[in-house]
């Protein structure tokens, strides 16, 4: 399954993370990171290695494949906790990836949504947003420009 195909590679990532959430809040911070990605599995998955020099500390990605379900479910974790978070799954349609979960922020449930778009050989976007109401509103809350290393 090529849909992380362009992820392939070393990127420098410009990030904007919204300071907090859930409280009218549009103050947003901004910092570097670096991606290392490769595939597992044929190309059924992939994983990455998040480094952000300026928080000292480090993350991973794992993608995999649902050969079944015909989608992906990606998890997440960091150097903070050394968890695997829960997943977020969906697909690509025309070139953009939807893929939505559930999760908690300070205790509460909420929805997780992740979108990858504007993939090009050489740059991608990917916007993470959170909602406290089921999906119905959502505020967007990290952004992730990434061009290729």
Same mark, same amino acid.
């Given at each position: 399954?090529?849909? *992380? +195909? /362009?992820a392939?590679? %070393?990127w420098?990532?410009?990030n =904007?993370h919204?300071? %907090?959430? *859930? ?6 911070? !901004?910092y570097? @990171? ?7 599995? +044929?190309?059924?998955g992939?994983?990455d290695?998040v480094? #952000?020099?300026? &928080?000292d500390?480090?993350?991973m990605?794992? =993608?995999? /494949?649902?050969q079944?379900?015909?989608?992906w479910s990606?998890? &997440?974790?960091?150097?903070r906790t ?5 997943p977020?799954?969906? !697909? /690509?349609?025309?070139?953009?990836g939807? /893929?939505?979960? +559930? +999760?908690?922020v300070?205790?509460?449930?909420? =929805?997780?949504?992740f979108? $990858? @778009?504007?993939?090009?050989? %050489?740059s991608?976007r990917?916007?993470?947003? #959170? ?5 119905r509103? $959502? ?6 420009? *990434?061009? =290729?290393?």
């Amino acid at each position: 399954m090529p849909d *992380f +195909d /362009f992820a392939i590679g %070393t990127w420098n990532v410009a990030n =904007r993370h919204l300071k %907090t959430v *859930f409280n009218g809040c549009d103050d947003w911070v !901004t910092y570097p @990171s670096t991606v290392t990605c490769w595939a597992i599995f +044929d190309g059924h998955g992939t994983m990455d290695e998040v480094i #952000f020099p300026t &928080w000292d500390r480090r993350a991973m990605t794992l =993608r995999l /494949f649902d050969q079944e379900r015909k989608e992906w479910s990606i998890y &997440w974790a960091d150097s903070r906790t050394g968890q695997l978070g829960p997943p977020v799954t969906g !697909t /690509f349609t025309d070139g953009r990836g939807d /893929f939505y979960g +559930d +999760d908690t922020v300070d205790g509460k449930p909420i =929805r997780v949504h992740f979108v $990858w @778009s504007a993939i090009t050989p %050489t740059s991608a976007r990917w916007e993470q947003e #959170f909602s406290e109401d089921g999906g119905r509103t $959502w505020e967007s809350n990290w952004v992730m420009e *990434f061009t =290729r290393a």
